[in-house]
């Protein structure tokens, strides 16, 4: 009988490491319509049962509909837990997997090469979302901007804006989020500047955070042999009004719409 009880026991044990190894999850994961759910109930293997999230509940023997919109994986298995332990057996405990996710869905939009709307399989993070939707395009600016529903009702909404460079340049974990259901992200596309008159090439540009007056000449192509590099002047439209900047530092931030204007020397 010993013998008998110590081998459930281990083979309990073992399903139990085996199913958190292929069916990890983070158990703050918030269960959600469609998502099929793997139940174990230790030493009661006639509770043991998968079932389909459907209306905000769920089918358990005995207990029948069990009610758990909102609840995060390990909350559901307290709440089955709870019941249980209410008339039916001695100290229950539940263990909760999910074995198929269906709920999560995210929408990407913006500067991405496949925008629409995507099907999180599993914990997902913003990184992998923007390798799944193909990657940024060649026009992506620096920020993302993700507006997130804070509320069952959605009447709250979370902005989260997230640095490009901090992501996939410098690849920062802090700024590599979680992506939730419902979320709406958005690439926003590069701002430009232009540069005209004495340079090598004349056109518009990128724009990136950080870059100043002598680098986005040498973008241009560096100065023509013409110009009057000392009476550059920067071009700028504040609250609607334009405004020029003259005798300015090689070392002025540029901003997305200026216009750098390179004269001819005259001398």
């Not at 490009?164 to 974990?173: A, E, R, T, V």
């Not at 540009?205 to 950080?210: E, I, Q, R, T």
């Not at 680098?215 to 071009?235: N, P, R």
Request: glycine letters at 10%.
């Amino acid at each position: 009988m010993k013998r008998t009880l110590v081998l459930a026991t281990f083979a309990f044990a073992l399903s139990l490491v085996f199913l958190a190894s292929a069916l990890a999850v983070q158990p703050d994961y918030l269960v959600g319509e469609g998502d099929v759910l793997r139940i174990m109930v230790y030493d009661s293997p006639d509770l043991n049962t998968t079932t389909r999230v459907g209306g905000g509940s769920i089918m358990f023997p005995l207990l029948g509909q069990v009610p758990i919109e909102g609840l995060t994986v390990a909350q559901v298995g307290q709440r089955l837990s709870d019941r249980l332990a209410d008339g039916y057996l001695v100290n229950p405990q539940v263990s909760v997997f999910i074995e198929e996710f269906r709920s999560k869905k995210a929408i990407i939009m913006g500067e991405i090469r496949a925008p629409g709307l995507y099907e999180l399989s599993g914990p997902t993070k913003l990184m992998e979302l923007i390798s799944k939707a193909g990657g940024l395009t060649e026009d992506a600016g620096e920020s993302v901007t993700i507006k997130r529903k804070v509320s069952i009702q959605g009447s709250e909404e979370q902005v989260l804006n997230i640095d490009i460079n901090s992501l996939m340049k410098q690849g920062d974990p802090a700024v590599d989020v979680a992506i939730m259901d419902g979320d709406n992200i958005y690439i926003a596309k590069a701002g430009v500047f232009y540069v005209t008159g004495e340079v090598k090439r004349p056109n518009s540009y990128k724009f990136d955070k950080g870059t100043t007056l002598i680098k986005a000449i040498t973008m241009a192509g560096g100065f023509t042999d013409l110009a009057s590099q000392k009476k550059v002047k920067i071009h700028r439209k504040i609250n609607g009004q334009e405004q020029v900047f003259k005798g300015v530092s090689m070392h002025t931030p540029i901003k997305p719409e200026d216009v750098i204007v390179v004269p001819e020397s005259f001398f």
